[in-house]
Nanobody
Framework: QVQLMESGGGSVEAGGSLRIACRISGGPQSQNWVAWFRQAPGKEREGVAALSPGATITYYADPVKGRVTISQDNAKNTVFLQMNSLKPEDTAMYYC?????????????????????WGRGIQVTVSS
């Protein structure tokens, strides 16, 4: 069974950087998209970044474009989210997700509904 585990969250001051990781285990991932989502208290879940199989396509949500980078280390079965120039509004629980998207597009990749495997989430707090 595929399992996802996030790590690397924590607290950082505004303007700082943080890299969070998602280790994926339990099954082949060669055909899966992997994405990061976040949910702040009182707000709906939103997509942050998505990475296609083979890492050939990336999508980023508008609020984070230019500040975050999604990448993968195949040898470690790990997907990273490097976040720079962090803002207090980036404070949220961050989740990684994986799944096969048979009819993908940017809204689908960042929408979340098609992902079948989810991590438990990790807190990122940005103080002003």
């Amino acid at each position: 069974q595929v399992q996802l585990m996030e790590s690397g969250g924590g607290s950082v001051e505004a303007g700082g950087s943080l890299r969070i990781a998602c280790r994926i285990s339990g099954g082949p991932q060669s055909q899966n998209w992997v994405a990061w989502f976040r949910q702040a208290p009182g707000k709906e879940r939103e997509g942050v970044a998505a990475l296609s199989p083979g890492a050939t396509i990336t999508y980023y949500a508008d609020p984070v474009k230019g500040r975050v980078t999604i990448s993968q280390d195949n040898a470690k079965n790990t997907v990273f989210l490097q976040m720079n120039s962090l803002k207090p509004e980036d404070t949220a629980m961050y989740y990684c997700a994986a799944g096969f998207l048979d009819n993908w597009s940017e809204p689908v990749a960042l929408g979340g509904e098609k992902y079948t495997h989810w991590g438990r989430g990790i807190q990122v707090t940005v103080s002003s």
